[in-house]
């Protein structure tokens, strides 16, 4: 289930800054106060009313005085992303993958199409936020390199914040990590989504070996990312044939191993096997 957020008027903004500031965006308009509360009571209404398992992790008094809370927090007017990030998080509390909670699709395809949005893919790993693949043009950043922060907070913390905005099942984060990490992953598009556009990125990086260092990173069209991403995502493929195979079976010494990486058909066929035939 989505919840949509109310419609926008899409207007074209030229104006770009620099100084560390986010990019002004069309969906910055401030919404009258009492028509996103008219929205925040449909949206309790509806997952009260037609939601199987809207208690099983959260209460229904818990439920409900958060509604309570986002309520009361909307009193001046706000634009659609401020009140994205004040119901986006329910999906937490909620606790299940197939409940979803986004930004609009106009929302989406600007962004696709026309704003700088962070160039670098990520992985979650020991509570740690790690580089794992570099798509900017700045050859300095190397995967494995430890993102401590970005335009001045802490990444982990963003991370983790972040995190609370994507479905799961119950308290496992495994789909959050999956959707956020990963060369083509959706860390970018939640950053734009809760902390803004951005022509550049202030970062602060840690090596392998422990040095820090402070790099300003331009943002990226969405355009190039893809084309650096496809092109690197090649050049591994063609070094690591064998170890992409989804379907795989091998001997180790008398025990028979069969690794079945994904049941994807699209990614079996990537990778010139067929499921049935294997």
Do not use: C
Request: glycine share 8%; no cysteine.
């Amino acid at each position: 289930m989505r919840a949509a957020l109310v419609p926008l008027l899409i207007v074209i903004v030229s104006s770009i800054k620099s100084d560390g500031q986010p990019l002004q965006n069309p969906f910055d308009i401030l919404l009258d106060p009492s028509h996103l509360q008219e929205d925040l009571h449909l949206l309790q209404e509806v997952l009260e009313k037609i939601h199987p398992g809207l208690n099983t992790y959260t209460t229904k008094s818990e439920l409900e005085n958060h509604f309570k809370e986002i309520s009361a927090s909307i009193k001046e007017p706000i634009s659609s992303m401020t009140f994205y990030g004040l119901i986006g998080d329910l999906l937490s509390m909620i606790g299940d993958v197939h409940t979803d909670i986004e930004p609009s699709e106009a929302f989406y395809d600007r962004l696709n199409a026309e704003w700088p949005v962070f160039p670098l893919s990520v992985v979650w790993l020991q509570e740690k936020l790690f580089v794992s693949h570099n798509l900017s043009g700045v050859q300095d950043i190397k995967a494995g390199d430890r993102l401590l922060q970005i335009n001045g907070v802490a990444a982990d913390s963003i991370y983790r914040d972040m995190r609370r905005y994507l479905p799961r099942d119950g308290y496992n984060t495994t789909n959050p990590d999956h959707v956020l990490g990963g060369i083509y992953g959706g860390f970018r598009n939640y950053y734009a989504s809760l902390h803004g556009i951005f022509p550049e990125y202030q970062l602060v990086l840690e090596s392998s070996s422990g040095e820090q260092r402070h790099l300003t990173i331009q943002g990226e069209l969405y355009s190039s990312i893809y084309d650096r991403a496809k092109a690197l995502r090649n050049t591994q493929e063609k070094k690591n044939k064998k170890k992409n195979e989804q379907l795989s079976f091998s001997f180790e010494g008398q025990v028979g191993l069969l690794t079945v990486r994904s049941f994807h058909p699209g990614k079996i066929r990537a990778n010139g096997q067929r499921h049935a035939r294997f």
